[in-house]
Each structure stands twice: as C-alpha cells, then as structure tokens.
C-alpha cells in the first residue's frame, strides 16, 4: 500500500481526501475547507470505509481518493 496523507472536512469530519504521500495536493483542498489530519502508512491504520482497492483507481484516475469515514 501506498502511504497517503489524509484530509478531513472541516464542515463533514466523515468525508476524507487520501492523496499519495508522493502526489500533489489537489486545489480543492487549500483554504479554509479541509484540515490536514494524518499520514496513513500502514493499512491496518486506516479509518473505517477506506478501501485500499478503491484508493488505488481513484488515484489513477482523479490523483486523490475521496471516502466516507464511519465511526465505530
């Protein structure tokens, strides 16, 4: 897995963007918007609703992987 560093929404804490630790930080996430919240090395670390599957064509395609985060 790639380690990715991870971005909550500061108005929706559940909604998070997972960008690869070696990537640009997309434009959407500077401002007031989003807080930095981790670094996500190791996939037992995740948080509830990330699919390393999933993160994987996001950033392919988008070069971020946005997910719902669920509480336990």
């Not at 007031?32 to 919240?37: Q, R």
């Not at 090395?41 to 992987?65: D, K, L, M, W």
Request: charged fraction near 20%; glycine fraction near 8%.
């Amino acid at each position: 897995m790639h380690a990715y560093n991870l971005f909550r929404r500061r108005d929706e804490r559940g909604l998070i963007c997972a960008v690869p630790e070696d990537c640009t930080v997309p434009g959407f996430i500077a401002g007031e918007t989003w807080d930095f919240d981790r670094k996500l090395a190791e996939p037992a670390a995740a948080p509830i609703g990330f699919n390393p599957s999933a993160a994987t064509n996001g950033v392919r395609f988008n070069g971020f992987y946005l997910f719902q985060s669920f509480s336990k």
